[in-house]
């Protein structure tokens, strides 16, 4: 998979962070981080499928979340409004 560095649309409903045509291994997991840019107006939030601003894992402004996909459990956001957030996806 090659490196590919995006945009997320970050709204109220929780949506997937990303795609991937590739599923992780163990052995082979597919690493990602997620930032939330400098001078964001809110926090994101990441989780699964039913993350909400309650019970997901907190990205400020100006912090990043890094982690692997195993199988294809892509990581959830969602936001109190609406913004932008980065993502890095994949390896050399």
Do not use: E, W
Request: no cysteine.
């Amino acid at each position: 998979m090659a490196f590919a560095a995006n945009t997320i649309a970050v709204t109220a409903t929780a949506s997937v962070a990303f795609s991937t045509t590739r599923a992780g291994t163990l052995q082979d997991p597919i690493p990602f981080v997620i930032l939330n840019p400098t001078g964001a107006t809110q926090t994101i939030f990441i989780g699964g499928p039913t993350v909400t601003t309650a019970t997901g894992f907190p990205i400020p402004a100006g912090q990043s979340f890094s982690g692997s996909i195993l199988d294809s459990n892509v990581p959830f956001v969602i936001g109190a409004g609406t913004s932008t957030a980065n993502y890095i996806l994949g390896r050399q």
